[in-house]
């Protein structure tokens, strides 16, 4: 079946510790996002890519970073500069129809916790 | 720019009664709207979805009919089960962030039996 596998389910970090949270899908997505889910909050955008080797910051970039290298993956690192990494991380696909509105599809999430 | 805005939780009721989950939107252009579901420790799944004024999304007994002179996308339900516990969260399109989505900060639901 296709989808967005997202790994690790749970992941732990030390202070001024890089950490990457893996997001793969293959459902020949050209778009790929990461957001971030804080309680009451609702999802906020992280980055986004809509083509291999390209990526846009979206509302809260700072002490995050990415990288598409391929289609199926497109890899979140939160760094130590981000003072307030502990949160739910959701990866999202879709096409890049915008006339067609396509849906984005969900990861399964990482859930993110600060040692 | 564009924001969504979908009325405050918890939203706690009992089983079979009817359901009405208050969604707002202000976008230039001409958005399509979504309504996700968020299950315990899941992902979102799409829910439904409408793409032009007047428009109606169902699923699962699900409705929400895309209202361009109110600004409005409000998810209802005639009768809600237990297994329909879970967050509910309205999105529009983006037009300026190519194909990202804008959420609302989502609506907890609790039926209890």
Redesign the interface.
């Known amino acids: 079946d296709g989808g ?1 596998t ?1 790994s690790p389910k749970y992941l732990f970090r030390k202070e001024g510790q890089n950490v990457t949270l893996s997001c793969e899908q293959n459902l020949n997505h050209d ?1 790929m ?1 990461w ?1 971030r889910q804080d309680p ?4 906020r ?1 992280i980055y ?1 890519s ?1 083509i291999v080797n390209d990526f ?1 910051k ?1 509302d809260i970039a700072e002490g995050y970073s990415v990288s598409r290298e391929k289609k199926e993956s497109f890899p979140l690192t939160v760094t130590s500069a981000q003072k307030n990494p502990t949160a739910f991380y ?1 990866c ?1 696909s ?3 129809e ?1 006339w067609s ?9 990482t859930r993110l916790s600060i040692l | 720019g564009d924001s969504v805005t979908q009325m405050e939780g918890p939203v706690t009721l009992s089983e079979e009664a009817f359901l009405t989950i208050n969604c707002t939107y202000t976008a230039t252009g001409y958005p399509s709207l979504f309504w996700y579901v968020q299950y315990p420790g899941e992902g979102l799944q799409l829910l439904l979805k409408a793409t032009k004024a007047d428009d109606k999304g169902s699923n699962k007994g699900f409705e929400a009919t895309y209202r361009k002179e109110t600004t409005s996308f409000h998810l209802e339900k005639g009768s809600v089960q237990v297994s329909d516990s879970a967050v509910y969260f309205c999105a529009l399109s983006a037009e300026q962030a190519g194909t990202a989505l804008i959420f609302g900060k989502g609506t907890t639901l609790s039926v209890s039996s």
């Open positions: 967005i997202q778009a996002y957001y009451g909050q609702g999802l955008l986004y809509q846009q979206g959701l999202a879709s096409t890049t915008v509105n396509q849906p984005q599809h969900f990861g399964d999430g």
